[in-house]
């Protein structure tokens, strides 16, 4: 409890605002005295009569002529302090000692442990206390204005802590961009000049004011975890972090998976450090006044930041661009999450520590990371967690988050929970090389050559193998995970995106289309960066990567003759190394199998030749394609399929334009009845196809339905 003397006691012009700390609290209230002594003066030096209402400030005077009168004011100055009963008042408060024991212990990170452990002098725990009072008092600025008889200037400058302080030599010391008070970032300014205004960053303010307040909201404290033995590279690290003290930015390259924070972690907790994870968006991530602000309440706090948004010019391989991290004076530890070791390239080299390696995380640790973290339910979902293990590549923090959600269900959880669960925490984002893809065949079979359905079928079983051949089997190491790659081969409309969306169906996977006017470049090098894009989003889970056209990307090598083609070339074989490291299953569709590189078609785990349908197989389409809804009692199949030679896509297409001619448009949808395809209309649509495809028959093959193609012929 404060004494009522205490309480009387100003600290700011505010009432009853003051801080945790009691060195704050001093040097605010010296703050404090010096302006309103200030402003004391300030009314006898313009000639006018303080009035009696302290409220109110003095006018603005003209500033040259106040400049040029400083000296013949200088000796009165010093008189009025001591003469005038409201200044004579203010010094006296100004020479009484601190309240409190001078040598008791700060707490860490407060403005009192700051004055101790920098050693600072008088003069500087004045600056520093001026500019945190601006921060904290938001009656301060018009105040300042008046002393430094600007309206336009209401934050501290070091010529108003000249002015203020009883030594104005003194303040010399501090005007220095490497004096710690700007260096560690407890001070900001734009420019190292008298005029220009000094500030305390709000969140550092509030850490020297209430040094046990939280952390702010941009940084959360990681939750301690039980990992496994730390690897030589971390081990490295945790040992160099301990053996010397940061005396200026020390960052920490971590080089691994999705995420690294569990062993960074335990490096944390083996130095006795808080570790801090950096929460705020990629913009925030690019301030480079809020990140230093971070990194000073980190060093504050004697806690080590983690960054798992990676610098821009690091994601973009860019040296040349700015780097965004904090400023290299601040003696804070930061690690920084990197995809790949060129990434450390684009840091500043000075900076930088020995990277930390993290490995993936293995298919037997995410199989064990589900089977505690489900606890009871484990042993019911033990097949549907061995296959999430393996389709769902997600580091270990993500695992416990998600059966943490689970585990609030109201209910048993089950296998479909579980993969639902699984799809919802992923953000796969290819950005514009890729479309997500709807399958729309669900009730559809795939009607194929009895060989080209086997295989088909073939493809289905060794997806659904895949968790128990790598795993259970021991595949996995020799075969490095990976999926299956297969080619759809045959011309256009015979099946192969359908192929391709029916495994989507049946496999439960979701399915991209790559965009291959997107991803192949003519600038050098820009096509294989493509590839990387679309190949490193799809690394978290199994999907279905479809790349249509695939001739186009994926054709033979060529001769080298000028860089470009070695270029090219190089593309080929990072696509290739690519697709053999893929865990999920990549498709590959061509309707000219011819034009495709040879040693690619080696690396191929199944090849499917889809060859126009025959007769036995066209009528199955039609009875396919004709909508459930529609009434086709009145179609001939057998004519239709033995006439005319058609794939499936002009088949469908066919069928389409029939339903469009004979539906009644005037009847609403859902009303009774149901609309008849009658063999007019479907002759006329057969004949429409043809011509679209600048194919002609005679009428003989239209058989007794000649007369209407004749007719369409004369018109």
């Known amino acids: 409890m404060q004494s009522v003397a205490e309480q009387k006691e100003f600290v700011t012009f505010t009432p009853d605002l003051r801080a945790a700390d009691a060195w704050a609290n001093y040097w605010m209230r010296q703050v404090t005295i010096r302006l309103r002594r200030e402003v004391a003066w300030c009314w006898h030096e313009r000639g006018l009569q303080q009035p009696t209402d302290f409220a109110m400030l003095p006018p603005y005077a003209d500033k040259l002529s106040t400049i040029l009168d400083l000296s013949r004011f200088y000796g009165e100055k010093q008189d009025f302090y001591l003469t005038d009963p409201t200044a004579r008042y203010l010094t006296d408060q100004l020479n009484q000692e601190p309240s409190f024991a001078s040598d008791q212990a700060a707490v860490r990170g407060s403005f009192g442990w700051v004055v101790n452990e920098l050693a600072l002098p008088d003069v500087a725990s004045f600056i520093l206390a001026l500019s945190l009072s601006a921060a904290f008092d938001a009656n301060m600025g018009s105040v300042i204005a008046c002393c430094l008889n600007d309206q336009n200037k209401p934050l501290p400058t070091l010529a108003l802590a000249q002015k203020l302080w009883d030594d104005p030599e003194e303040v010399l010391s501090v005007a220095d961009p490497a004096h710690p008070l700007f260096r560690y970032g407890l001070i900001r300014f734009s420019e190292t000049s008298w005029n220009a205004s000094i500030t305390v960053p709000s969140l550092v303010a509030l850490q020297l004011l209430f040094p046990n307040t939280p952390f702010p909201h941009g940084l959360v404290v990681a939750e301690s975890t039980a990992g496994s033995d730390l690897n030589d590279t971390a081990h490295l690290s945790t040992l160099r972090l301990r053996s010397t003290a940061a005396n200026s930015l020390r960052i920490v390259p971590v080089i691994g998976g999705a995420s690294h924070l569990d062993t960074v972690t335990q490096i944390a907790e083996l130095n006795k450090k808080q570790l801090v994870v950096f929460t705020g ?20 706090k004697d806690a080590y930041l983690y960054l798992d948004k990676e610098p821009s010019a690091c994601a973009h391989n860019d040296k040349h661009k700015g780097h965004h991290v904090p400023s290299s004076s601040i003696p804070a530890t930061l690690f920084i999450a990197l995809k790949e070791r060129a990434h450390m390239s684009s840091l500043p080299q000075d900076l930088l520590l020995p990277a930390v390696v993290v490995p993936l995380v293995t298919y037997h640790e995410r199989l064990e990371c589900w089977r505690e973290h489900l606890g009871e339910y484990s042993t019911s ?42 799809r919802a925490e992923l953000d796969t984002d290819i950005g514009e090389l890729a479309t997500r893809v709807t399958p729309r065949f669900n009730n559809e079979e795939l009607i194929l050559p009895h060989k080209q359905s086997l295989l088909f079928d073939e493809i289905l079983k ?23 790659s297969v080619l759809f081969a045959g011309p256009p409309g015979t099946g192969k995106t359908m192929g391709a969306e029916i495994l989507a169906i049946k496999l439960d996977l979701p399915m991209y289309r790559i965009d291959l006017s997107q991803v192949v470049n003519k600038y050098i090098g820009e096509t294989e960066k493509n590839l990387k894009r679309v190949f490193d989003a799809a690394d978290v889970s199994d999907m279905i990567l479809f790349f249509d056209e695939a001739d186009s990307l994926f054709g033979r090598r060529t001769e080298v003759s000028d860089a470009h083609d070695r270029y090219a070339n190089l593309e080929i074989s990072y696509l290739l190394e690519r697709m053999e490291r893929f865990k999920g299953l990549a498709i590959l ?21 889809f060859p126009l349908p025959d007769a036995e197989e066209r009528k199955k389409i039609w009875r396919q394609v004709v909508p459930e809804h529609a009434d086709s009692s009145q179609l001939e199949f057998d004519f239709l399929a033995g006439q005319f030679p058609l794939s499936g896509g002009n088949i469908r297409s066919i069928v389409f334009n029939a ?18 395809l009658t063999m007019k209309e479907v002759i006329v649509a057969v004949k429409r196809e043809f011509d679209k495809m600048n194919r002609s028959l005679s009428l003989e093959q239209y058989g007794a339905y000649a007369s209407l193609v004749e007719g369409l012929e004369r018109e």
Request: charged share 25%; aromatic share 8%.
């Open 281 to 300: 968006d990629a913009a925030a991530a690019q301030d480079v006044d809020y990140l230093n602000a971070l990194a000073t309440v980190c060093w504050l």
């Open 381 to 422: 979902l033990e097949p549907a967690i061995a296959e999430c293990a393996r389709r769902f590549r997600f580091e270990k923090q993500t695992i416990r988050a998600i059966c943490a959600e689970l585990q609030q269900l109201q209910t048993e959880i089950t296998a479909k929970d579980l993969v639902a669960a699984c």
């Open 462 to 484: 060794a997806m659904q193998s895949l968790t128990e051949v790598h795993y259970g089997w021991g595949t996995g190491k020799v075969w490095n995970e990976s999926g299956i």
């Open 589 to 609: 569709a061509t309707n000219r199998k011819k034009d495709l590189d040879e040693a690619f078609l080696r690396r191929l785990r199944y090849i499917v030749d």
């Open 659 to 676: 339903c469009l001619q004979c539906a009644d448009g005037s009847k609403l949808v859902g009303t009774e009845g149901v609309s008849q």
